[in-house]
Antibody, heavy 119, light 113 residues
């Protein structure tokens, strides 16, 4: 069974930094591309980042480009999101999501971790 | 970047009736070499992560009831629930995965009338 478990969410002040993790199990981790998707309270889904299985390709939404960095450790079956210069509007539940082997749609999702940016 | 626009924002349908949700992309998501539309639909219930329903615009994910169907091509797509059940109350999102910068529609909230 595929499992994705996010952690690291916390209350942080504007301008601060935070690192999220996503621990994966139940599949060949390095073979799959992964994404981060966030959802502000009461709002819709926003895709924010992608990383290929071999880490050779990464992409970001414009809203986080230059502030967030996605990475992965295939030996530890873990995905990370380093977030810097956090803003109030970064407050959201952050989900990690696995792409399917047959296409870039998001077939498996974690339960999410809440990041609150507030003074 | 591709902008996804759903309509309506909310929808109330009687149990057993048909529900239709539309999604339009600001540019085509049909990949002509393989003739596939890079469009997915997700269902999200309160307090839960999204769940994949449909991919390639019309392929139902394993385990998804056949009352859910997807159609459309190019820039215009539709998610149809043929006979609404109480457990279908949720927010539905379309998503394009045509280019490297993915994007979701704003969501459509489906309720029981």
């Amino acid at each position: 069974e595929v499992q994705l478990v996010e952690s690291g969410g916390d209350l942080v002040q504007p301008g601060g930094s935070l690192r999220l993790s996503c621990a994966a199990s139940g599949f060949a981790f390095s073979a799959y591309s992964l994404n981060w998707v966030r959802q502000a309270p009461g709002k819709g889904l926003e895709w924010i980042s992608y990383i290929r299985g071999d880490s050779r390709a990464t992409f970001y939404a414009g809203s986080v480009k230059g502030r967030f960095t996605v990475s992965r450790d295939n030996a530890r079956n873990s995905l990370y999101l380093e977030m810097k210069s956090l803003r109030d509007e970064d407050t959201a539940v952050y989900y990690c999501a696995r792409e399917a082997s047959s296409g870039s749609f998001l077939g498996d999702w974690g339960q999410g971790t809440l990041v609150t940016v507030s003074s | 970047d591709i902008v996804m626009t759903q309509s309506p924002d909310s929808l109330a349908v009687s149990l057993g009736e048909r529900a239709t949700i539309n999604c339009r992309s600001s540019q085509g998501v049909l990949h002509r070499p393989n003739n596939k539309n890079y469009l997915a639909w997700y269902q999200q219930k309160p307090g839960q992560p999204p769940k994949l329903l449909i991919y390639w615009a019309s392929t139902r994910e394993s385990g998804v009831p056949d009352r859910f169907s997807g159609s459309g091509s190019g820039t215009d797509f539709t998610l149809t629930i043929s006979s609404l059940q109480a457990e279908d109350v949720a927010v539905y999102y379309c998503q394009q995965y045509y280019n490297a910068i993915y994007s979701f529609g704003q969501g459509t909230k489906l309720e029981i009338k």
